[in-house]
Nanobody
Framework: QVQLVESGVGSVQSGGSLRLSCAVS???????????MGWFRQTPGKDYEGVAL??????NYADSVKGRFTISHDNVNGTLYLQMNSLKPEDTAMYYC?????????????????????WGQGTQVTVSS
């Protein structure tokens, strides 16, 4: 079993920055270096949207966040990060840390949320105009 615990909930004005963190732990933690991990987001009434993916080979971003968001993983403390800059009101959503995503980061988000094995509890990000 794997646990994903997110932190970094917050509100910010348009143009501001936030950093989300996700602590990864559990019995399968030794496998994490082989996993594709990332962040999805969801707004009420809409499907989950892939935001960013990372594995040992590459990173990948949704077109809507390219150049503004940066995903990283600290292999020492086992924490996944999402640095979000130049935030826009349309970035307002519940953000979910995910782990053990089918495929590789370079494959993008075609697999969708059904291809994710582990989910965090979600953290709300609100960007006001």
């Amino acid at each position: 079993q794997v646990q994903l615990v997110e932190s970094g909930v917050g509100s910010v004005q348009s143009g501001g920055s936030l950093r989300l963190s996700c602590a990864v732990s559990g019995d399968s933690y030794s496998d994490v270096h082989d996993w594709c991990m990332g962040w999805f987001r969801q707004t009420p009434g809409k499907d989950y949207e892939g935001v960013a993916l990372i594995d040992r080979y590459a990173t990948n971003y949704a077109d809507s966040v390219k150049g503004r968001f940066t995903i990283s993983h600290d292999n020492v403390n086992g924490t996944l990060y999402l640095q979000m800059n130049s935030l826009k009101p349309e970035d307002t959503a519940m953000y979910y840390c995910v782990a053990d995503v089918i495929g590789r980061a370079e494959d993008g988000f075609a697999v969708g949320p059904t291809g994710v094995a582990y989910w965090g509890q979600g953290t709300q990000v609100t960007v006001s105009s």
